[in-house]
């Protein structure tokens, strides 16, 4: 049975973000590891309409506490976004090249089988090195590659757009299970008040201490309720990773 193409997103409009009268802070809401519990992301819990991307693996999907294809394609159809995160959520810096590309290559090839057209990929565990950015994800096709630190409110508040290294996005630390709300919003009002750029938000579980990295159902609430007030305002955009990036789908292949 042929696959059917579900295309995430457009072409980001960079040029419109350049343009703005004020610096412009983009916020993508990201989901790592395909876990079960973030499918509440099309229930109630958004009800602004914001999109999403979500990092799966595919060696995952129809297991255990994790996403179905099924779940997969109701989110792509709502508007989401679908990236790659590895086959089986291993250190790819830690494996041979031709090791590592297949569990880039084919993940991509896996998701594109159920008809998800996969461009971003993130990390696991943050691990990568410049081998790793341009023999591995490049040359797998995805067009970004997204680490898990960078952005330390310090020196840099935010990643630029486009990015500096769009195989290298630099994030704020993941927010964990003791993560307040008001730390999370604090990610996105320090860009604000430094000249904007890109705010990446990864959360991995939905849930009331199910792990370490979780954030409740309330406590998603209200951090989307809070984005919406400063989207109405003009000064926060929420785009997935895909619609920042930009860029042309490259088939997949492996490998």
């Known amino acids: 049975m042929a696959a ?15 343009r703005a009268a004020t610096p412009l802070t983009v916020v993508t809401i990201q989901f790592d590891d395909g876990n079960a519990d973030v499918f509440q992301w099309l229930g109630p819990l958004n009800n602004h309409g914001f999109p999403a ?14 996403l179905s294809w099924a779940q997969l394609t109701s989110l792509v159809q709502a508007g989401n976004e679908i990236g790659s995160h590895t086959i089986n959520h291993v250190d790819i810096k830690k494996l041979k090249l031709a090791d590592a ?15 998800i057209m996969a461009e971003s990929f993130a990390y696991p565990f943050g691990s ?23 952005v330390n409110d310090k020196s840099v ?17 993941d927010p964990k299970q003791g993560t307040t709300v008001a730390t999370i919003e604090g990610y996105v009002t320090a860009a604000e008040q430094n000249g904007g750029g890109w705010v990446q938000l990864t959360f991995h579980h939905i849930c009331t201490s199910c792990d370490a990295y979780s954030i409740t159902l309330n406590n998603m609430q209200a951090l989307l309720d809070w984005l919406s007030t400063q989207v109405a305002n003009g000064s926060v955009a929420v785009k997935t990773t895909e619609q920042v990036i930009g860029g042309t789908f490259v088939p997949p292949f492996c490998c």
């Open 4 to 18: 059917v193409f579900l295309a995430v997103g457009g072409v980001s409009a960079v040029p419109a973000i350049a």
């Open 53 to 66: 991307t979500f990092y799966v693996n595919s060696g995952t999907i129809n297991t255990a506490g994790h």
């Open 101 to 115: 590309r297949f569990q880039v290559c084919q993940d991509r090839v896996n998701l594109l089988n159920h008809g």
């Open 128 to 150: 990568f090195n410049s081998t790793v950015e341009t023999q591995v994800v490049q040359y797998c096709g995805d067009n970004s590659g997204r680490g898990v630190s960078g």
């Open 157 to 173: 508040f935010a990643e630029t757009i486009p990015p500096l290294d769009p195989y290298a996005t630099r994030t704020p630390a």
